[in-house]
Nanobody, 129 residues
Framework: QVTLVESGGGSVQAGGSLRLSCSVSGDFYSTYCLAWFRQAPGKEREGVGG???????GYRDSVKGRFTISRDSAKNTLYLQMNSLKPEDTAMYYC???????????????????????WGQGTQVTVSS
């Protein structure tokens, strides 16, 4: 069984920073692929960044150079460091996981949200201009 619990959301002015954390519980293979997704009101849930156990990462274009995804396996924690935040980054942010066996050609299926079968409850990020 996999459990994901996010924390670290809040309100910040444009240009500011936040670091989200996700406490991850589950076995090695079930939590092989981790990712952050976000969903703004009235919009589709979209992938922000993904990471596998080897540390390989992927990002959506609009956050490249501003956001960094990382994982600390010893602490069973996933992070999202968000810098230079913009009002359009305002959304509910979700931590997600999928297993080793859902990889495609050796890569985690990010940003395909349908391939991630474990989700946290979300943490709100609000960026004001």
């Amino acid at each position: 069984q996999v459990t994901l619990v996010e924390s670290g959301g809040g309100s910040v002015q444009a240009g500011g920073s936040l670091r989200l954390s996700c406490s991850v519980s589950g076995d090695f293979y079930s939590t092989y692929c981790l990712a952050w997704f976000r969903q703004a009101p009235g919009k589709e849930r979209e992938g922000v960044g993904g990471i596998d156990r080897g540390g390989s990462t992927g990002y959506r274009d609009s956050v490249k150079g501003r956001f960094t995804i990382s994982r600390d396996s010893a602490k069973n924690t996933l992070y999202l460091q968000m810098n230079s935040l913009k009002p359009e980054d305002t959304a509910m942010y979700y931590c997600a996981a999928t297993s080793y066996w859902t990889r495609r050609n050796g890569y985690c299926p990010f940003p395909d949200k349908g391939a991630y079968n474990y989700w946290g409850q979300g943490t709100q990020v609000t960026v004001s201009s």
